[in-house]
């Protein structure tokens, strides 16, 4: 494969079912224009089920749009909303899967710019001049606080309730998204992840380790290794993506129970 002239994708994606979990209910997806990860709840299946259909839906994308002159936020905002009534569908029709939801963290690449939508609390990471930013805001009861100035960061840390999400895609309303168009650089490395990384690996650890790993498989695998010998509470899912003067790809990736349960959109 040539160089492009314009500056295109490397990226990765890895999942794991963690150490204590017997069953992975995250999803995720990288292809050259489009990332995303996906953490389920619910009972029975409802998990797998709920971060499938929002993974599947969102990676129907490579297939359904122009390669260019995409509206970025309008289409992904689109099938989110799908996403969301899909659910509602499957949840009334069979009530095991009632209560069913899923966080949905994606990007949506045209050249440099991209759309980013976010709900729940997965995370997606900026590294860029030596410094790395959250770029997404998470929707849980101890992140409220924190932007109430009622605890502060470290005690969210340890907040007995800090697993609580108060947005997902859950079939209800028109699932509502934190939804931006953003400016890539070139040389900027990009980090989607499940709260099962950032629950166990703090952000001083993330920075070390994306910027002292330079391949994204590699990265993304330390990534997970890290969260499993922190005791892996949970399933965790790393995608990670340069952007600059690399090869055009034609690889997707298809991880956790997205890959497992092979959903259809």
Same mark, same amino acid.
């Given at each position: 494969?040539?160089?492009?002239?314009?500056?295109?994708?490397?990226?990765?994606?890895?999942?794991?079912?963690?150490?204590?979990?017997?069953?992975?209910? &995250?999803?995720?997806?990288?292809?050259?224009?489009?990332?995303?990860?996906?953490?389920?709840?619910?009972? !029975?299946?409802?998990?797998?089920?709920?971060? *499938?259909?929002?993974?599947?839906?969102?990676?129907?994308?490579?297939?359904?749009?122009?390669?260019?002159?995409?509206?970025?936020?309008?289409?992904?905002?689109?099938?989110?909303?799908?996403?969301?009534?899909?659910?509602?569908?499957? *949840?009334?029709? &069979?009530?095991?899967?009632?209560?069913?939801?899923?966080?949905?963290?994606?990007? @949506?690449?045209?050249?440099?710019?991209?759309?980013?939508? !976010?709900?729940?609390?997965?995370?997606?990471?900026?590294?860029? &001049?030596?410094? @790395?930013?959250?770029?997404?805001?998470?929707?849980?009861?101890?992140?409220?606080?924190?932007?109430?100035?009622?605890?502060?960061?470290?005690?969210?840390?340890?907040?007995?309730?800090?697993?609580?999400? @108060?947005?997902?895609?859950?079939?209800?309303?028109?699932?509502?998204?934190?939804?931006?168009?953003?400016?890539?650089?070139?040389?900027?490395?990009?980090?989607?992840?499940?709260?099962?990384?950032?629950?166990?690996?703090?952000?001083?650890?993330?920075?070390?380790?994306?910027?002292?790993?330079? &391949?994204?498989?590699?990265?993304?695998?330390?990534?997970?290794?890290?969260?499993?010998?922190?005791?892996?509470?949970?399933?965790?899912?790393?995608?990670?993506?340069?952007?600059?003067? !690399?090869?055009? *790809?034609?690889?997707?990736?298809?991880?956790?129970?997205?890959?497992?349960?092979?959903?259809?959109?």
């Amino acid at each position: 494969m040539a160089l492009n002239e314009a500056p295109a994708l490397r990226y990765a994606a890895r999942s794991d079912v963690g150490v204590r979990r017997e069953a992975n209910e &995250d999803s995720g997806y990288a292809s050259a224009r489009l990332l995303a990860i996906a953490d389920g709840m619910g009972g !029975h299946a409802g998990g797998e089920v709920a971060s *499938s259909v929002a993974v599947t839906a969102i990676a129907a994308l490579d297939e359904n749009l122009p390669p260019t002159g995409v509206d970025l936020v309008a289409a992904i905002k689109g099938t989110a909303r799908d996403v969301n009534h899909r659910l509602r569908e499957m *949840s009334e029709h &069979d009530p095991t899967l009632r209560g069913m939801g899923t966080t949905l963290t994606a990007m @949506l690449w045209d050249g440099a710019s991209f759309a980013l939508a !976010h709900v729940g609390d997965s995370r997606a990471y900026m590294l860029r &001049d030596g410094a @790395l930013y959250q770029i997404t805001h998470d929707h849980t009861l101890v992140q409220s606080l924190v932007d109430d100035g009622r605890i502060t960061l470290e005690q969210a840390a340890e907040h007995p309730r800090r697993s609580m999400v @108060l947005r997902v895609l859950e079939g209800t309303g028109d699932g509502e998204l934190d939804l931006s168009l953003r400016e890539a650089h070139p040389g900027d490395r990009y980090l989607l992840c499940s709260d099962g990384l950032t629950g166990v690996v703090g952000p001083e650890t993330l920075f070390n380790t994306l910027t002292d790993i330079d &391949d994204p498989d590699e990265a993304a695998r330390w990534l997970i290794d890290l969260a499993n010998r922190g005791g892996g509470p949970d399933n965790i899912t790393c995608i990670v993506a340069d952007f600059g003067a !690399h090869p055009v *790809s034609a690889n997707r990736f298809v991880v956790g129970a997205a890959a497992e349960r092979k959903l259809t959109p």
